[in-house]
């Protein structure tokens, strides 16, 4: 499936912007006005017109701070204040500036009539699924109940990063220190040694050469490096940017040796959770499938539970559908199709969630504990090596006389 970019207007005449996945234009064109919307235009997105920008650009909320916001919105309702009071409460507490300004722009909304739902969807802070909860939390009358529901998704979901970053932190600063230390010694210790090198006016051995040479181009070309990486992180972020690209980076992250079952495991458990709690709020399984499959960073899980909403809109089982793909274990299949077998899919997902995130947590421990004494034991052998390539010179010319 492609991107598709539109612009489109409401039966009120309130111009919206975003994005939707389909086969090719008329399916897109279909599909927003299935929304409710009537589209002005709609272009297949490429590189040219899709945002490339660094991620600490993009005023990203976190997921702890839509914990506190829907927790604490939750609490404000309960005690019978109304959505716009509630929403400048929350403005002037939020310290987040992307958030507080997303949650002013929500009331100005919610004064001017719209629906809270149809207010957050303006901002893209707000995820799709923290605004279709609440947009069946305003249906229902149970608005309270759903920014509980989301508070527990996010708080869940925040747990299961903060794992594997806090997993994955002392390797990280291992393999800092490591480069750092090769270019402290390539930069200054290196050069040190050169000159001496020459004044022995003695051939040197191939290791020796070929560390002298790396520190000269550290020393003399290292703008030029550095200008080089910058330029490979720009035509990497092009090639992401384009479908293709998208597909066979996400392809090779699930297909990496330890890395990618972590990976499966991860997604395993958002994909439980999520359609978990969009299921126990009383969403169609169609509609939880949609929506969770705009939460999925790897686009081949995406466009997998886009390809199984099709599927169950004619109705074939979630479990059989799985069963065709390789990127789902055997273990969520099953859990899946006992849900559909006994009518209790949002207990059977929520156990699954509860398992595979117990499984990130183990492997990311177990991946910690790997790579700990690997990395030392590289950076140990690199500060041999040269340390050998600059001595050996030295004991040939002793072993000569």
């Known amino acids: 499936m492609e991107t598709y970019l539109y612009q489109a207007i409401t039966s009120e005449g309130i111009e919206k912007k975003g994005s939707i996945k389909a086969e090719n234009e008329r399916e897109a064109q279909l599909r927003i006005r299935e929304t409710g919307l009537i589209p002005i235009s709609v272009s297949r997105q490429n590189f040219l017109n899709k945002d490339i920008e660094l991620s600490f650009l993009k005023g990203k909320v976190k997921q702890r701070d839509m914990a506190v916001f829907c927790r604490q919105f939750s609490s404000i309702i309960k005690a019978g204040i ?46 799709s699924i923290l605004i279709e909860m ?7 009358g149970s608005l309270e109940k759903s920014l509980d529901r989301m508070a527990i998704q996010f708080e869940k979901e925040a747990k299961l990063k903060g794992i594997i970053k806090k997993a994955m932190m002392y390797p990280i600063v291992l393999l800092i220190v490591m480069i750092g230390i090769l270019v402290v010694m390539l930069t200054f210790v290196i050069p040190n040694f050169v000159t001496m090198f020459e004044d022995l006016n003695t051939s040197l051995p191939t290791s020796t050469r070929l560390i002298i040479g790396l520190s000269d181009l550290f020393r003399n070309y290292w703008l030029l490096l550095v200008v080089l990486v910058a330029f490979l992180i720009f035509l990497y972020k092009i090639y992401k940017a384009s479908d293709g690209g998208r597909h066979k980076i996400d392809g090779f992250k699930l297909k990496l ?10 997604a395993c ?28 960073p790897n686009i081949h ?13 004619l109705g074939i089982p979630l479990s059989s559908q799985m069963k065709t793909m390789d990127i789902f274990p055997a273990m969520l299949t099953h ?5 559909e077998q006994t009518g209790n899919m ?28 690997v990395i030392i034991i590289i950076m140990a052998l690199l500060v041999i090596l040269l340390i050998a390539a600059i001595y050996q010179p030295m004991i040939q010319l002793y072993n000569s006389i």
Do not use: C, H, W
Request: charged share 25%.
């Open 269 to 296: 458990a958002s994909i439980s959770r999520t359609l978990a709690t969009l299921i126990q709020s009383g969403m169609p399984l169609i509609s939880a499938l949609d929506i969770t499959a705009q939460t999925m």
């Open 335 to 339: 859990m899946v199709g006992i849900g």
């Open 346 to 373: 949002e207990e059977m997902l929520s156990n699954s969630a509860n398992y595979y995130e117990e499984e990130v947590e183990i492997t990311t421990t177990s991946l910690t504990a790997l790579l700990e004494p």
């Open 134 to 140: 609440i947009k069946a939390g305003e249906s229902s």
């Open 82 to 127: 109304s959505i716009v009071s509630a929403l400048e409460m929350l403005e002037e507490q939020t310290e987040d500036s992307s958030l507080k300004e997303g949650i002013k722009r929500a009331r100005a909304g919610v004064e001017k009539g719209e629906s809270l739902a149809d207010s957050l969807r303006e901002d893209k802070i707000f995820p």
């Open 257 to 266: 040796p330890i890395f990618g079952k972590l990976a499966v495991k991860t």
């Open 301 to 313: 899980y995406k466009d997998a539970l886009i390809k199984m909403k099709g599927g169950v809109a």
